[in-house]
Every structure is written in structure tokens, then in C-alpha cells.
């Protein structure tokens, strides 16, 4: 079956510019999770929505920061007013329940440039 | 809070040689652990997991023992092959939250 898809792939914007980054989770998966990961650095949380629930919102590092879930599937990413500093490879996961145990499969993941 | 700590990298090896990866965490309660894996040009995919004190997961030649007493997670092959070079993060969950660490790079030379 599908995987996690996610697009575009690359993004090259001017700082400044509003970008939105989309997320195509795998049918049936009831948990998203968006993640950053910076140049040599680990997978820093950005969000988690849950079924119909309410998000975490708590790993967003700024309000320029959104995400939003139409539907319980697809979910989109959106930076406004991007710095040089959200340069990043972000990250979407989706997995079956939020069980504790629960593998999360990943999406190959946006590559964001802020000129 | 919760948090993972592992080896820094890069790990360099010639082919068959042995591997650990160190992986140490601090959790409130009984998180699950994982090893995910990021191959050149390819996206995160899970390696192991382990849910539970004393657990091992096993995967491609690879084992990792869940050790609460020492709040490890150390990650180990016998012999590894050039295939292996990856990044490799330990990462564990507790609630919904994923929480990983740095990564390790792992180079291996023919």
C-alpha cells in the first residue's frame, strides 16, 4: 500500500514569504506528527493531531508556525513570514493509533530553503 | 522532561566489524523504545522496537535490549556491511510523544 506522502519535495522561498507543506498520511492511520529536523541535528516535535481531537500544539517554536487537518487525513504545515532560520528537512509521521508502542512511518520528508 | 542521549558520530568501521551504538534515556514512567533508521536519500523507517523492561528487539542483524536499570538501550550487530551506513536515532515514547535523539552516522568501509 501507499506510504506517507508528502510535497512538494524541495521548497526554495525568500525570506518572508508564507510557504505551505503537505502531508499525505497512510489511509487508515489515525495519528499525524510533524516534525523539523535541522542540519546535523536530531527530530525536534512540532505537533500531533489525534482522530478529531484537539492538536498538541506545544513543539511549535513560534506563532508563525500552523498546522491544520482537514477530514482526519490530509495535513498541511504553514510558515508565514519565513526566516532563514526555519531552513529544515520537515517531517511528517502518521501511525495507526497513539498506543504508546505504536511505529510511526515517516514521509520522505520537505526540504525547505529560506533564501 | 524526557529525553534520549546517544553516541555521537560519525562511527566509521570496515565491514564485518562489531557495532554498538550507545542510546541512554531519562522517562516518569514506562516509555517504548526504538532504533529508526535513515538511509542515504531515503526517509526515517523503524529498525527495532521494545516495549517493555527486558524486551529485545531484533531486525536485519541488529538487537537492542531495553534495560531499565540502567535506562539503556544500546544497540549492537555482529558484523556490519557497507549496506549499514545510515543514520541511526534512538528514540522513545511515552504517552503520544516521540521523543528522539541526535543520531548517530554510521559509516562502513569495504
Known amino acids: 500500500g501507499a506510504g506517507v506522502s508528502q510535497s512538494p519535495s524541495n521548497k526554495v522561498t525568500e525570506k518572508g514569504k508564507d510557504v505551505e507543506l503537505r502531508c499525505d498520511p497512510i489511509s487508515g492511520h489515525t495519528a499525524l506528527y510533524w516534525y523539523r529536523q535541522s542540519l546535523g541535528q536530531g527530530l525536534e516535535f ?3 493531531f489525534q482522530g478529531n481531537s484537539a492538536p498538541d500544539k506545544s513543539g511549535l517554536p513560534s506563532d508563525r508556525f500552523s498546522a491544520e487537518r482537514t477530514g482526519g487525513s490530509v495535513s498541511t504545515l504553514t510558515i508565514q513570514r519565513t526566516q532563514q532560520e526555519d531552513s529544515a528537512v520537515y517531517l511528517c509521521a502518521s501511525s495507526f493509533d497513539r498506543g504508546v508502542g505504536e511505529t510511526q512511518y515517516f514521509g520522505p520528508g520537505t526540504r525547505l530553503l529560506v533564501l | 522532561g524526557d529525553s ?20 541512554t534515556y531519562t522517562a516518569t514512567g514506562y516509555p517504548s523504545l526504538f532504533w529508526y533508521v535513515q538511509y542515504p536519500g531515503e526517509g526515517l523507517q523503524l529498525l527495532l522496537k521494545a516495549t517493555k523492561a527486558d524486551d529485545k528487539g531484533s531486525n536485519k542483524g541488529f538487537e537492542a535490549t531495553y534495560r531499565k536499570e540502567t535506562t539503556s538501550f544500546h544497540l549492537e550487530k555482529g558484523s556490519v556491511q557497507v549496506s549499514d551506513s545510515a543514520v541511526y536515532f534512538c528514540a522513545l515514547s511515552e504517552d503520544f510523544k516521540t521523543i528522539f535523539g541526535a543520531g548517530t552516522r554510521l559509516f562502513v568501509k569495504a
Open chain 2, 4 to 23: 534520549v542521549t546517544q553516541m555521537e558520530g560519525p562511527v566509521t568501521l570496515s565491514e564485518e566489524a562489531f557495532l554498538t551504538i550507545n542510546c
Open chain 1, 46 to 48: 512540532l505537533i500531533y
